[in-house]
């Protein structure tokens, strides 16, 4: 079986120093894309199913398709499930066998927030699933939510800390001045704040809103501890431009087969892309040979 553990996966790539990209799925192509771009870099891979894709295909039935496709693979894969907004869709996940888990509750109040996901936490580990929560709010919008500039504070090493203190979340998805989507002024990322907010809780954070940030500023930051790098708008967009690019060749080409498979082309290319800048190429083995160990001294 290729999944694993969220939280196993993670705690490889922060102990070794590389990220892992935890790629949004949108389709049956996109997670081919996905799966093939990792098979063929021996690389581990988290595959995410996002809120817009639960509102149109479904959780169940997107967990049951990467299954599907993931069955026969030999690298390590984490099904997450990414920002649910609601306890009872986190639970639900984790009852259906995500191996990852995050709750979203940085738009409520902090207490709130720590309660939920701390909840969330305790059900996951007693299942052996990873559980990501978020403090302080990340900029631009996903899933139909915008969080202005404003409101996008740069989060502090005190709520941090006090946030990690109070649910012992697994990893830690932080706004270090990233923002969901496409922007065409790239992103500064907060490296001092980072290296703070690592030295003080000691666990893999989570780089939201990953598209469109450089690569160096990316690899950079894996350095200093973040371990999974959300990717989403940039695969949605190699998808769709590859689907265009056939339509713009020939207006009439009906067969989905043809479109399709440029776009599941064009967003394997860019998950290559990715994953060579992460670093995470060739770590399938070891990071697997380290799960075997751990099961036989039976940590
Ligand atoms: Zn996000």
Do not use: C
């Not at 390590?76 to 907004?85: C, E, G, T, V, W």
């Amino acid at each position: 079986m290729p999944f694993i553990n969220g939280k196993d996966m993670l705690m490889h790539a922060y102990k070794n120093g590389y990220g892992v990209g935890a790629f949004s799925a949108h389709n049956a192509e996109t997670i081919q894309a996905i799966i093939w771009a990792a098979e063929e870099t021996q690389s581990p891979v988290m595959i995410q199913v996002g809120q817009k894709v639960i509102q149109y295909m479904g959780m169940r039935e997107m967990k049951s398709m990467i299954e599907t496709f993931g069955e026969g693979t030999t690298v390590p894969i984490a099904i997450h499930l990414d920002h649910s907004r609601q306890f009872e869709q986190t639970a639900a996940a984790i009852k259906q066998g995500f191996q990852s888990v995050m709750f979203d509750g940085s738009g409520l109040e902090f207490e709130e927030n720590a309660r939920i996901t701390a909840r969330v936490v305790d059900i996951a580990r007693a299942l052996g699933i990873g559980a990501e929560g978020e403090i302080g709010k990340i900029g631009g919008t996903e899933d139909g939510i915008t969080v202005e500039e404003e409101d996008a504070a740069i989060t502090t090493v005190e709520e941090a800390t006090r946030f990690v203190d109070s649910t012992d979340v697994d990893y830690l998805a932080i706004s270090i001045g990233t923002a969901h989507g496409i922007f065409h002024n790239a992103p500064t990322i907060r490296m001092e704040r980072l290296q703070e907010i690592v030295t003080a809780v000691q666990r893999p954070i989570v780089l939201h809103g990953g598209s469109s940030v450089p690569d160096d500023q990316v690899r950079e930051a894996i350095s200093l501890g973040v371990s999974k790098i959300n990717i989403d708008t940039e695969l949605r967009q190699a998808f769709s431009l590859g689907v265009q690019e056939v339509f713009n060749e020939n207006p009439e080409e009906w067969h989905l087969a043809v479109s399709l498979d440029k776009g599941r082309e064009r967003t394997k290319e860019k998950v290559l892309e990715k994953i060579k800048v992460f670093g995470s190429e060739g770590k399938a083995v070891d990071l697997l040979g380290s799960i075997a160990k751990q099961e036989e001294v039976g940590v």
